[in-house]
C-alpha cells in the first residue's frame, strides 16, 4: 500500500537547519507531484512547496521562500526538505504529501520540528 514516512525532525535553536526526508514505497513515486504542508499548534494545516514529478517544477510558501528547498531522488524514491534560518514560528509538524491533479491523496504520519532556545 501507499507509504510515506517522514524523518527528520528534532530540536533546534533559532537560526539552525534541519533537513527532512520522505521516504515513499507502494508507488510509481516518478510519477506524481510531491510536497510538504505543515501544522503549527492551533493553528490549520499549510502548504509549503511542492515538486514536479521531474523536478523541474518547485513551488513556495511565501513564508518559506529562500529559507527552504523542496527536492527529490527518483531512483531513491524520497523526497527531502532543507530547513535554513529556521525560526520559532517554523515549530510545527511537516507532512509529506503526494499529489495528482491538484489535491493531495495521501500524506505520512508527519514528523516535529521544534525551534526554540
Known amino acids: 500500500q501507499v507509504q510515506l514516512v517522514e524523518s527528520g525532525g528534532g530540536l533546534v535553536q533559532p537560526g539552525g537547519s534541519l533537513r527532512l526526508s520522505c521516504a515513499a514505497s507502494g508507488f510509481t513515486f516518478s510519477n506524481y507531484i510531491m510536497g510538504w504542508d505543515r501544522q503549527a499548534p492551533g493553528k490549520e494545516r499549510e502548504w509549503i512547496a511542492t515538486?514536479?514529478?521531474?523536478?523541474?517544477?518547485?513551488r513556495y510558501a511565501d513564508s518559506v521562500k529562500g529559507r527552504f528547498t523542496i527536492s527529490r531522488d527518483n531512483a531513491k524514491n524520497t523526497a527531502y526538505l532543507q530547513m535554513n534560518s529556521l525560526q520559532p514560528e517554523d515549530t510545527a509538524v511537516y507532512y509529506c504529501?503526494?499529489?495528482?491533479?491538484?489535491?493531495?491523496?495521501?500524506w505520512g504520519q508527519g514528523t516535529q520540528a521544534t525551534v526554540s532556545s
Open positions: 515538486i514536479s514529478s521531474g523536478g523541474g517544477t518547485i
Open positions: 504529501t503526494r499529489n495528482y491533479g491538484g489535491r493531495r491523496n495521501a
